[in-house]
């Protein structure tokens, strides 16, 4: 069975200073990894995601992702937060032989002007 | 750019109702989900189709059924809406070739209180 840890409920930075949302999963096999957004009574937007090759993923808006297989981690990143960034954050994983994807919990972002 | 379309965006029922969600998607996908979205639980998945009249069972399937008689509709069913039904519900697709890495697209969510 496949799983997906979000640690933080809430996350709290100050606009331009760097932003971390951490993830970390598990599957039986070789993962395919996603972040989407969501917006305040809004669908999930994807953000970007992780198949193969170069472990740093560069997504919408200015978000990037690294994946670190030794620690099973998919941490969500961006160099300089927006205020407009303030949204709830999902991190899924899916194992390649399956249709479906698994959800973390989700972690609110807000970045305070 | 993928559209999927939940018609109604907000419903008040009334226990013991028969409930119908709809969802359109316009990409020609093969697979789509009904998730549930509650605070502190993330989403779940309720059911999933990944053919024409094909259905799959998520993590929650009881009380909600589900319909697939043309590719591009999913339905979510819920026979005698409860008060735990309450929810946001999120419609899902993408294509079907598992090792590829497809992404799964969302609609804007059905926000649904039982009364």
């Known amino acids: 069975a496949q799983s997906v840890a979000q640690p933080e409920d809430q996350v709290n930075v100050a606009e331009g200073n760097p932003l971390t949302v951490k993830c970390t999963y598990s599957?039986?096999?070789?993962?395919?990894l996603f972040w989407y957004v969501q917006y305040p009574n809004r669908g999930l937007q994807f953000l970007l995601k992780?198949?193969?090759?170069?472990?740093l993923v560069k997504g919408s808006y200015g978000f990037e992702a690294e994946f670190n297989k030794s620690q099973t981690s998919f941490h969500l990143k961006k160099p300089s937060a927006l205020v407009s960034d303030s949204a709830l954050y999902f991190c899924?994983?899916?194992?390649?032989?399956?249709?479906?994807?698994?959800f973390g919990k989700g972690t609110m972002l807000l970045v305070s002007p | 750019d993928v559209k999927v379309t939940q018609s109604s965006r907000y419903l008040v029922k009334r226990t013991g109702e028969k409930v119908f969600l709809e969802c359109v998607q316009d990409?020609?996908?093969?697979?789509m989900f009904w998730y549930r979205q509650d605070p502190g639980l993330g989403l779940r998945l309720i059911y999933f189709?990944?053919?024409?009249?094909?259905?799959e069972k998520g993590d929650i399937p009881e009380g909600y059924s589900v319909s697939r008689e043309k590719k591009e509709r999913f339905s979510l069913i819920l026979e005698s809406a409860s008060t735990n039904q309450t929810s946001m519900y999120l419609c899902?697709?993408?294509?079907?070739?598992?090792?590829?890495?497809?992404?799964?697209?969302f609609g804007e969510g059905s926000w649904l209180t039982v009364v």
């Open positions: 189709s990944y053919d024409v009249k094909m259905k």
């Open positions: 899924a994983v899916r194992d390649m032989e399956d249709s479906t994807l698994t």
């Open positions: 992780y198949i193969t090759g170069d472990n």
């Open positions: 899902a697709s993408s294509l079907r070739q598992v090792f590829s890495g497809n992404t799964i697209y």
């Open positions: 990409m020609d996908h093969e697979n």
């Open positions: 599957v039986s096999g070789n993962p395919y």
